[in-house]
């Protein structure tokens, strides 16, 4: 972590920075957030994650109206151009005097991030095992909403099974990771969930579909049945702190070879290469 953090439009040192209990992100969870990487102090996809976020703050009725340069201007002194970082940004909607589900009169919404390193995770090349869970989450999840209970449930439960990442499963089809979206290569061809309202529309989703499109990998976006992704010969969780992550087992069963596959490998390389063409 970055020795100072964000809050309010102040730089201060992490044990400093304080909200108040009556903060309505402390009492409902009603907030919304981005991760977002910066390689060697540079931000990656700030304005993809920007419209993510002014979605997010739509989504929750919560006006706000920074530019992409003021976020860049908020966050560029807490990165370092010798490290791999993120930075995590948090809006709540802010302090109320009153315990009250309706929004207060005033609102000022509560504006924090910090930045942390990012550390290789081994995973993206060894692979994970995983786990397919009911989708116990809300019907909004294109949202980045900070209300996370059903998604660190699930996340642990997944984790209690010795696996990765729990792969979550509604009406007999898959729709995304706990927090990761989903990719499968299904006869030779690499599928993900359609964006709507049931997944996050994640920012490495996006730059894998513009990469697999302008080098020729074969892909579709379409729903993924569960027995389609049980019969996948390459299954994919991705997120911008991990990146691509190859499913290696799932419920205990290995998925193809039982190693990261070939189209992993070739996509992989092209992520690889398009961070480092922009550093
Ligand atoms: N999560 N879906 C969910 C539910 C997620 O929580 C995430 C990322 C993604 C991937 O989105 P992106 O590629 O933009 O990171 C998909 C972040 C990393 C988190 O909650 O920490």
């Known amino acids: 972590?970055?020795?100072?953090?964000?809050?309010?439009?102040?730089?201060?040192?992490?044990?400093?920075?304080?909200?108040?209990?009556?903060?309505?992100?402390?009492?409902?969870?009603?907030?919304?957030y981005e991760v977002i990487p910066a390689y060697a102090g540079r931000l990656f996809r700030l304005e993809d994650?920007?419209?993510?976020?002014?979605?997010?703050?739509?989504?929750?009725?919560?006006?706000?109206?920074y530019s992409v340069a003021d976020w860049q201007a908020i966050f560029q002194p807490m990165l370092d151009?010798?490290?791999?970082?993120?930075?995590?940004l948090q809006v709540t909607r802010g302090y109320a005097a009153k315990r009250d589900h309706g929004f207060p009169e005033q609102i000022v919404p509560t504006v924090f991030?910090?930045?942390?390193?990012?550390?290789?995770?081994?995973?993206?090349?060894?692979?994970?095992?995983?786990?397919?869970?009911?989708?116990?989450?809300w019907q909004m999840c294109n949202i980045k909403a900070i209300t996370l209970l059903a998604n660190i449930l699930l996340?642990?439960?997944?984790?209690?099974?010795?696996?990765?990442?729990?792969?979550?499963?509604?009406d007999g089809y898959v729709t995304e990771g706990a927090a990761s979206n989903?990719?499968?290569?299904?006869?030779?061809?690499?599928?993900?969930?359609?964006?709507?309202?049931?997944?996050l529309p994640g920012i490495t989703r996006d730059v894998i579909l513009e990469l697999a499109a302008t080098n020729n990998v074969a892909y579709r976006e379409d729903v993924i049945a569960l027995e389609q992704l049980k019969a996948a010969s390459e299954?994919?969780?991705?997120?911008?702190?991990?990146?691509?992550?190859?499913?290696?087992?799932l419920d205990g069963v290995a998925v193809g070879e039982g190693k990261p596959g070939p189209v992993w490998h070739t996509v992989d390389n092209l992520l690889q290469t398009y961070k480092k063409s922009l550093s």
């Open 235 to 249: 299954v994919w969780v991705t997120s911008s702190t991990r990146e691509i992550v190859p499913v290696i087992e």
């Open 182 to 199: 989903l990719f499968a290569v299904i006869d030779g061809v690499l599928v993900t969930p359609a964006k709507n309202h049931e997944i």
């Open 49 to 65: 994650h920007i419209v993510r976020l002014n979605n997010s703050l739509a989504g929750i009725r919560l006006p706000l109206s």
């Open 113 to 137: 991030a910090m930045c942390s390193e990012i550390k290789p995770f081994a995973g993206r090349v060894n692979g994970i095992k995983a786990v397919t869970l009911d989708d116990t989450r």
């Open 1 to 32: 972590m970055s020795d100072k953090v964000y809050l309010n439009g102040e730089y201060l040192p992490l044990s400093e920075a304080k909200v108040s209990v009556l903060d309505r992100g402390f009492l409902f969870g009603d907030g919304v």
């Open 155 to 170: 996340r642990q439960e997944a984790l209690d099974q010795d696996c990765g990442e729990a792969l979550l499963v509604k």
């Open 81 to 88: 151009s010798s490290k791999d970082q993120y930075i995590y």
